[in-house]
C-alpha cells in the first residue's frame, strides 16, 4: 500500500532529508585519499547528533553503522572499517536520518583522489540517470517512466542496472511500498501521484548487472569484480512536478 503524505508531513521529511544532505556535503569536503571509511561514519553520525536526529541505518535489521560505505566493485551496504582509501578508489556513501517521524535518504559516490576517466564517466552516467528518473516523478506519470527512464541512460552509456536492489517509497517508515526498479517499461507500474515520497536510487555497473553478498551478509559486489556507482534522492510529488527533498537549500 502506498501512503501519501500530506503537506506538514513533507515539511518534516524535507528537514530529515536536509540534515543527510548536509552529512554528505561535509563528506564530500573531507573525501581524499588517506582517510578511512569509518572516519567518514564518524563524520556523518556527527552530524546528526549535531542536529538532534537519529542515523537511519544503525541497528536497521542489525546493521551496525550510521553510513554505507561502498569501495570501486562494492554496489550498496559496504561496511565502514579501518580500510584506507586510496587515490583512484570511488567511493559510495549512502546516509539515512530518522526526524521528526520520517525518514531521509540519499546516496552519492565520489572519486578519492585522481579517478579513471572510465570511472568519472561511470559516477556521471549513475548521477545522469538518478536525474533522469527524478524528472519523471510527476503526478500522472506512471513508476515505469521512471523505471524506463533510468535503465535508458544508463544501457545508452554502456552501462547496466543492477536488478537484485531497488528504491523504494519512505516516510514514517525507511522501506515503503512500491518498490522502484531501475529497470522497466515506459507506461507500466501504478500512477505516481501527489504526495508520494519516492527514493530513487540507481546502482549502475560498469560490466554485468549481476552481483553477490559477501559473507558479511551486507556487502554487495559485482559478480565480475568491475566497478560499480549509487546515487540516491528522496523526491516527493507536488503539482509543480518533483521536489528534490534531499539537497541543501
Ligand atoms: N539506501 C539504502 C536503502 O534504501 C540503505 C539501507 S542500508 C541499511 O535501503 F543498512 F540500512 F540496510
Ligand atoms: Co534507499
Not at 548536509?22 to 546528526?48: F, N, Q, Y
Not at 561511470?122 to 540517470?129: A, G, I, K, N, Q
Amino acid at each position: 500500500m502506498v501512503i501519501l503524505k500530506q503537506p506538514d508531513e513533507i515539511v518534516k521529511a524535507r528537514a530529515g532529508n536536509r540534515i543527510v544532505a548536509e552529512a554528505l556535503s561535509l563528506l564530500c569536503e573531507k573525501i581524499r585519499p588517506g582517510i578511512t571509511t569509518r572516519e567518514l561514519d564518524r563524520i556523518a553520525e556527527g552530524v546528526a547528533e549535531k542536529r538532534g536526529a537519529k542515523p537511519a541505518f544503525k541497528g536497521y535489521r542489525g546493521y551496525p553503522y550510521a553510513l554505507c560505505t561502498s569501495v570501486n566493485e562494492e554496489v550498496v551496504h559496504g561496511m565502514p572499517s579501518e580500510r584506507i582509501l586510496q587515490d583512484g578508489d570511488i567511493v559510495g556513501l549512502d546516509f539515512g536520518i530518522y526526524y521528526q517521524g520520517f525518514y531521509g535518504d540519499s546516496a552519492i559516490t565520489l572519486p578519492v583522489g585522481r579517478a579513471s576517466d572510465e570511472a568519472i564517466r561511470l559516477l556521471r552516467v549513475t548521477e545522469e540517470s538518478l536525474y533522469a528518473g527524478i524528472r519523471e516523478a510527476c503526478p500522472g506519470n506512471r513508476l515505469g517512466d521512471i523505471s524506463a527512464a533510468v535503465q535508458g541512460t544508463v544501457e545508452k552509456a554502456g552501462f547496466s542496472v543492477v536488478r537484485d536492489f531497488v528504491g523504494h517509497g519512505i516516510g514514517k517508515s525507511l522501506h515503503e511500498d512500491p518498490q522502484i526498479p531501475n529497470f522497466g517499461k515506459k507506461g507500466r507500474g501504478i500512477e505516481l501521484k501527489k504526495g508520494m515520497i519516492l527514493a530513487i536510487e540507481p546502482m549502475v555497473n560498469a560490466g554485468t548487472y549481476k552481483v553477490k553478498v559477501l559473507s558479511d551478509g551486507w556487502t554487495v559486489i559485482t559478480q565480475d569484480g568491475s566497478l560499480s556507482a549509487h546515487f540516491e534522492h528522496s523526491v516527493a510529488i507536488t503539482d509543480n512536478g518533483p521536489e528534490i527533498l534531499s539537497k541543501v537549500n
